[in-house]
């Protein structure tokens, strides 16, 4: 069945250090690949997507490819702010209005 | 634009007591789905509705769990009796039905914690 891996947290970074967040899949056909974010206290949200190999998604300075050889969709950011704190979620899903299916989550938290 | 809605926004109850959960999707989104987040887990779906109908119910418990969505528009989710193991975040969210990719919209959720 379709599945994502996510890398295991939690993350701690300082202020415009480097983000990577790894994400690879398991899943038949072609999915279409989200990065989700949740902030403190508040409900889901798409922080960016990627609906076929080889496209770049980017939103608020995060950044992630779509790789299809290596079936995976790293999140990454070159300086992270204190803003940035949150669970971020790693996400695939067959297109049209299929279902989502996320990754366990990575909860990351930038220090000043 | 309002966004989709949920309510309560939490929920304690003793095990094996009843809950409902109420969900009102952005207007004109005609698919509504539920998830469950366990904590420390990604959100998993239990039920999708394209209109009224169900489109996907295969990881619903449905000796437990009950879902409606009578005219299209608003939902309710139910649980009974309540188990521990239904100690969780339950999230609705909409999208708008198209061709192509449809962006799901997410609600707060509603935390269920069962004693």
């Known amino acids: 069945g379709n599945s994502v891996t996510q890398m295991e947290g939690p993350v701690t970074l300082s202020e415009e250090a480097f983000l990577t967040i790894n994400c690879t899949y398991t899943?038949?056909?072609?999915?279409?690949l989200f990065w989700y974010v949740q902030y403190p206290g508040e409900g889901l949200q798409l922080l960016l997507k990627?609906?076929?190999?080889?496209d770049k998604g980017s939103n608020k300075g995060f950044e992630a490819t779509y790789r299809k050889e290596t079936t995976s969709f790293h999140l990454e950011k070159g300086s992270v702010q204190v803003s940035d704190s949150a669970v971020y979620f790693c996400?695939?899903?067959?297109?049209?209005?299929?279902?989502?299916?996320f990754g366990k989550g990575t909860k990351l938290t930038v220090n000043p | 634009e309002a966004g989709v809605a949920q309510s309560p926004r939490y929920k304690i109850i003793e095990k094996r007591q009843s809950v409902a959960f109420w969900c009102n999707p952005i207007?004109?989104?005609?698919?509504l789905y539920w998830y469950q987040q366990i904590l420390g887990q990604g959100p998993k779906l239990l039920i999708q509705?394209?209109?009224?109908?169900?489109?996907?119910d295969s990881q619903l418990p449905k000796d437990r769990f009950s879902a409606e969505r009578l005219k299209g528009v608003d939902s309710t989710l139910k649980i009974q009796p309540a188990k521990l193991e239904d100690s969780a975040v339950y999230l609705c969210?909409?999208?708008?039905?198209?061709?192509?990719?449809?962006?799901?919209?997410f609600g707060p959720g509603t935390r269920l914690t069962v004693l």
């Open positions: 969210a909409s999208s708008f039905w198209s061709g192509g990719y449809n962006e799901q919209f």
């Open positions: 899943a038949t056909g072609y999915p279409s």
């Open positions: 990627a609906t076929k190999a080889d």
């Open positions: 996400a695939l899903s067959r297109g049209g209005s299929e279902k989502l299916v």
């Open positions: 207007s004109g989104h005609a698919t």
């Open positions: 509705f394209q209109n009224n109908g169900v489109v996907d």
